[in-house]
């Protein structure tokens, strides 16, 4: 059974934090087949531990959710807000023996849902080419591909996928 919430408490971050760390360690052996160093890749997007994910998304307008199976940690996603008129996706994982149940479908209704109570009007993806499924599941909820929304080192930027989509567009998602 799936139960997505919301990371409240300090077991919940810890929660959050290991299962970032092991997006970081995935993504940091993922990147090496594009001629990547993995510590660009670790030190440009896994860098918070739990108390800076805590602080980061223990605002209102910045939730960080937890899916469990049966009740045992399986992914994250968060929404942080990127300027007044967009919010972006951030922290995006299922882990490997919890993939192919739906749990990413469920995390982006569940993230799509959170962003239409927010005042913002758009919704950002920074993503990578090899994470193929990913980018699959944000085009299947409407994100298209867009220019940059901010620098990144030149060692990654041939690997690097920008997307958004209307946040008013997730009200008539029906994945």
């Known amino acids: 059974m799936l139960s997505i919430s919301r990371a409240c408490t300090a077991e919940d971050f810890t929660i959050g934090s290991e299962l970032c760390k092991a997006f970081g360690a995935w993504d940091a052996e993922a990147c090496r087949d594009y001629g990547i160093p993995s ?19 223990s605002l209102d307008d910045a939730p960080f959710l937890l899916a469990r199976w049966h009740g045992e940690p399986a992914g994250c996603i968060a929404l942080e807000p990127f300027d007044e008129i967009a919010a972006e996706i951030h922290k995006f994982y299922v882990a490997s023996p919890f993939r192919g149940r739906g749990i990413g479908r469920a995390l982006m209704q569940a993230i799509l849902a959170e962003a239409i109570k927010g005042p913002r009007s758009m919704l950002l993806v920074h993503t990578t080419v090899y994470m193929r499924s990913a980018v699959t599941l944000y085009e299947a909820f409407g994100f298209a591909r867009c220019r940059p929304f901010r620098d990144i080192p030149d060692a990654i930027r041939q690997t690097e996928v920008f997307m958004s989509r209307p946040i008013r567009a997730a009200r008539d998602d029906s994945h």
């Open 39 to 57: 510590e660009v890749v670790v030190a440009f997007f896994h860098g918070e531990g739990d108390d800076a994910l805590a602080a980061k998304y």
